[in-house]
């Protein structure tokens, strides 16, 4: 096991000329923030940071206080860096633009501060997901266009889970790496490279209370699987379900599975839970570079064209032969 730390995996790939001198203040900007974040949820309650926040997010979620704890963390850090031209958080419903007295730099950061909220207060892991593109006006205010860009133009994306370690997993479009917080030193160090989503299924990831709203291809889909071995998939698959993306996706990235939330008929407008531009696409990111898959059960997420900065999209991603066979079932 490598012992090389985030800060000086990141120097060597500017070193080597692999990335932009100017990423690195970002991603530092980010785990930093995570690593403020990771210190307030161990402490729970005695921070004070249990319980809501008593105001509504964009969304008309009611935001706990560690989302908005967490959302400002993450904008000071990331204006800070002096790297980004603005920003878009699941928790502020404009995008968030630099303060005059920070320098603008040529990054988009989309964020998730806090996944998995209604987790926080029981004690159970939860997560901060980003998303980094290249403004396509440097150097200029971002404005809500300039956020636009499909997933596909990602140059950086994803997540640090605050579960019993504390661990980012990010991809820079070439493979996965881990890193665990060492809580003695307050650094990342590299626990693995190159994850890769084993190809071989065994367990689903799906909120099963919404079935009776599920659409035909997602209940056919489900509905074979539960069949188990003597079904048409001819094995037994095994359910769990977290609550918090970030968990679902850090269990597939290292024991395989599929994850799913799908559209379905309860509000025929909205087009899943889930949000394309801070938690699917940055998922997918990071699917597709381990190897899987990732889709809205009709297309690549990757290549949807956003339309809003908190526009919602159904999202099935893991394990390519599982994502195929259920993507393949909304085509029928
Ligand atoms: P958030 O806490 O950022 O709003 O996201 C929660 C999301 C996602 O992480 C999770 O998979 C899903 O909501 C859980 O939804 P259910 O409440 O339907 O289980
Ligand atoms: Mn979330
Ligand atoms: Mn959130």
């Not at 530092?28 to 210190?39: G, N, V």
């Not at 665990?180 to 650094?187: E, Q, Y």
Request: overall charge negative.
């Amino acid at each position: 096991m490598s012992a090389m730390t985030l800060q000086q995996f990141l120097s060597r790939e500017v070193q080597f000329g692999a990335m932009d001198p100017k990423l690195p203040p970002v991603i530092l900007s980010i785990t930093d923030a995570c690593k403020t974040i990771s210190h307030k949820v161990r402490q729970g309650a005695l921070a004070g940071v249990l319980g809501m926040a008593g105001t509504e997010n964009v969304q008309g979620e009611d935001q706990k206080k560690l989302d908005v704890i967490s959302n400002d963390i993450f904008v000071e850090a990331l204006c800070a860096s002096g790297q980004v031209c603005g920003l878009a958080s699941e928790e502020v419903p404009e995008v968030i633009s630099v303060p005059a007295d920070y320098p603008i730099g040529p990054y988009l950061v989309a964020f998730d501060p806090l996944d998995g909220s209604s987790n926080i207060d029981i004690n159970v892991s939860i997560g901060s997901i980003f998303s980094i593109t290249t403004a396509v006006r440097p150097k200029r205010e971002a404005v809500e266009a300039d956020f636009l860009q499909p997933g596909n133009r990602q140059v950086c994306a994803g997540y640090v889970m605050y579960g019993p370690q504390t661990q980012l997993v990010f991809t820079l479009g070439k493979g996965v790496l881990m890193f665990t917080l060492d809580p003695n030193t307050g650094t990342f160090v590299l626990v693995q490279e190159n994850l890769r989503v084993p190809a071989e299924a065994k367990e689903f990831a799906i909120n099963c209370s919404n079935m009776r709203h599920w659409e035909a291809p997602v209940k056919r889909y489900i509905d074979e699987l539960l069949a188990g071995e003597t079904g048409p998939r001819a094995k037994n698959y095994n359910m769990r379900w977290v609550a918090a993306m970030v968990a679902e996706v850090h269990r597939i990235l290292q024991r395989g599975g599929i994850f799913m939330y799908p559209r379905d008929n309860r509000d025929p407008k909205k087009a899943g839970k889930l949000r394309l531009l801070y938690e699917a696409n940055p998922m997918a990111f990071l699917m597709e570079n381990a190897g899987g898959r990732a889709t809205n059960g009709h297309m690549r997420i990757l290549d949807i064209e956003p339309e809003s900065v908190h526009q919602r999209v159904a999202v099935f991603l893991g394990a390519s032969e599982e994502v195929d066979t259920v993507t393949g079932y909304h085509a029928q």
